[in-house]
């Protein structure tokens, strides 16, 4: 079973910059795809950034040119570096692992962004 462990929410500041980490761990193939989703109050969940184990790199338009992904295969972590930070970034941020046939969910962390 795998299991997702994200972290680095938490309130900041408009213009301000958070780093967010996901670390997988359990029974992974070394071929797969992590990145993080988000859900703001009363919208449905949307694509920020997805990363490959070959490090190709998908963003929301939204947020290319402020986020960042990367990752650390040998310790199967995701990270999303979060610059000039807006309101609307305001969401819970989810982190997913998809390899295979199988998806994983992590539980979420609040960002929440102050004008």
């Known amino acids: 079973q795998v299991q997702l462990v994200e972290s680095g929410g938490g309130l900041v500041q408009a213009g301000g910059s958070l780093r967010l980490s996901c670390a997988a761990s359990?029974?992974?193939?070394?071929?797969?795809?992590m990145g993080w989703y988000r859900q703001a109050l009363g919208k449905q969940r949307e694509l920020v950034a997805v990363?490959?184990?070959?490090?190709?790199?998908n963003y929301a338009d939204s947020v290319k040119g402020r986020f960042t992904i990367s990752r650390d295969n040998a310790k199967n972590t995701v990270y999303l570096q979060m610059n000039s930070l807006k309101p609307e970034d305001t969401a819970v941020y989810y982190c997913?692992?998809?390899?295979?046939?199988?998806?994983?969910w992590g539980q979420g962390t609040q960002v929440t962004v102050s004008s």
């Open positions: 359990g029974s992974i193939f070394s071929s797969n795809v």
């Open positions: 997913r692992l998809k390899a295979g046939l199988v998806d994983y």
């Open positions: 990363i490959s184990t070959g490090s190709i790199t």
